[in-house]
């Protein structure tokens, strides 16, 4: 203990009667026990890095000259046998360190030696050689695992004869209760994952949402995405060249739906470069060539297909477009190669596209309004509001209209979760814009 003198400028170190003078034994203990600590932390700091370590990074450093990063590399191939290594060699040296220091009490502490050495060791062993050394390699994994490249190798061939055997055991027990050796990862843990890098700032925003929706992908089915039948652009077999002409120039669409009769009836698609074409081949040869020889086929398929196949389809079968029918036959929509790929890497926007704001800001943190076409999740998102599986539209003009229960006209209304949501435009039935307001500001 500490005894200080009145003055306060002099102190004296007492020491306990219960402590004998060190020898070179103990000195030893001391000396041993922190090479233990040293080695202790080597080895946690590997397995930290280890794990984290990305193999991009080392070929970047690779291809920057560095050696001993193409030797780390190298080694990670081996990943099971160093995370065995590592475990063992920490194990047996901290066993060590705590028996070299219950040595160390028992010669210098008469009375509860062993509950002292317990306690020292642990919290030493803990702060030193688990807390600091994973900590620092998890900021830098690369880095640390470049370095102890080398003190890895050593104890891979030090403890090779234990490894065999833990690795022996494992087999035995595998068989024994026919465990399978692929290890499986459900879609719930890789988004967490990916959702972990974004966090830590592996991955970028852009990154982490591409990632996301290409996980996701399989899980979205083409009615979740489809044109619907009241929004085709689409003409009728027997429409005039000029009303043809006019409906291009108008929507500025590469290509069109042609129906006959009833729009129930697709006969497929025209491409605007074919009907030009058929236009200088009339006007040119003054022929009377039919309109439905430029006609290309649609594939035909149920809503309930995956995005995923439906994708394959499409590139197997070399078509743009497919059209959606329902369990009677009739047109529900279409899906085009872009609203696919829109689902994955976001909105793509031709030039003559006109770029429309899902989520206009009236007045900060109390009104908004909204697009009704706009994803029902993202306006849930962007308020704060918690998102359900219970509703069946995915677009928010859809969930008005699914709560108003009726078809929807300019003035309703209803609140839900605090906010006051008013159709603010529909045209032909459907929810244009929709007036959304907080109700506590």
């Not at 930290?48 to 590399?73: H, N, Q, S, Y």
């Not at 705590?98 to 306690?119: E, N, P, Q």
């Not at 509001?385 to 309703?412: C, Q, T, W």
Request: contains cysteine.
């Amino acid at each position: 203990m500490l005894y200080y003198n009145n003055q306060g400028n002099i102190f004296n170190v007492l020491i306990s009667k219960e402590f004998e003078s060190m020898d070179s034994h103990q000195i030893y203990n001391i000396i041993f026990f922190i090479i233990c600590l040293i080695i202790s932390a080597l080895f946690s700091s590997s397995e930290e890095a280890f794990l984290g370590v990305r193999e991009t990074r080392l070929k970047m450093k690779i291809r920057e000259g560095d050696e001993k990063a193409e030797k780390t590399l190298k080694l990670t191939e081996k990943y099971e046998h160093i995370i065995l290594t590592i475990l063992i060699g920490n194990v047996l040296i901290n066993i060590i360190a705590t028996v070299i220091a219950t040595a160390f009490f028992m010669r210098t502490v008469k009375s509860y030696a062993a509950l002292i050495a317990g306690i020292f060791s642990f919290f030493i062993i803990f702060l030193i050689s688990e807390i600091i050394p994973k900590f620092v390699a998890k900021n830098i994994p690369e880095e640390v695992a470049i370095f102890n490249t080398n003190f890895i190798k050593f104890f891979m061939i030090v403890l090779a004869p234990l490894v065999w055997l833990v690795q022996f055991i494992n087999s035995i027990v595998k068989k024994q209760f026919h465990i399978d050796n692929t290890e499986s990862i459900s879609e719930e843990e890789l988004l967490h994952y990916v959702e972990e890098a974004r966090e830590g700032g592996s991955i970028e925003n852009d990154e982490h949402k591409l990632v996301k929706a290409a996980i996701e992908f399989d899980d979205v089915n083409v009615e979740e995405i489809l044109i619907p039948r009241r929004d085709i652009v689409s003409i009728e077999v027997n429409d005039s060249d000029e009303e043809i002409e006019e409906v291009f120039d108008e929507h500025y669409y590469s290509r069109l739906v042609v129906y006959e009769d009833t729009v129930d009836k697709v006969l497929g698609i025209i491409h605007e470069k074919d009907f030009h074409r058929y236009l200088r081949q009339k006007r040119i040869q003054n022929s009377n060539i039919d309109i439905r020889s430029i006609i290309s086929e649609l594939l035909y398929i149920p809503g309930m297909v995956s995005l995923s196949d439906l994708l394959h389809l499409m590139q197997r079968e070399k078509k743009h477009m497919a059209a959606i029918i329902d369990e009677h036959g009739g047109l529900e929509g279409i899906v085009t190669m872009e609203d696919i790929l829109e689902q994955l890497v976001g909105e793509i926007w031709d030039e003559s596209d006109e770029v429309e704001q899902e989520i206009k800001i009236i007045e900060r943190d109390k009104l908004i309004e909204v697009s009704g076409k706009a994803s029902l999740e993202k306006i849930f998102t962007f308020l704060g509001i918690e998102h359900s599986d219970d509703y069946n539209a995915n677009s928010i003009g859809g969930f008005a209209v699914e709560m108003l229960d009726k078809m929807p006209r300019f003035g309703d209304s209803f609140i839900f979760e605090n906010y006051k949501f008013t159709i603010n435009k529909v045209k032909s039935n459907r929810i244009e814009t929709i007036k959304i307001k907080y109700l506590n500001k």
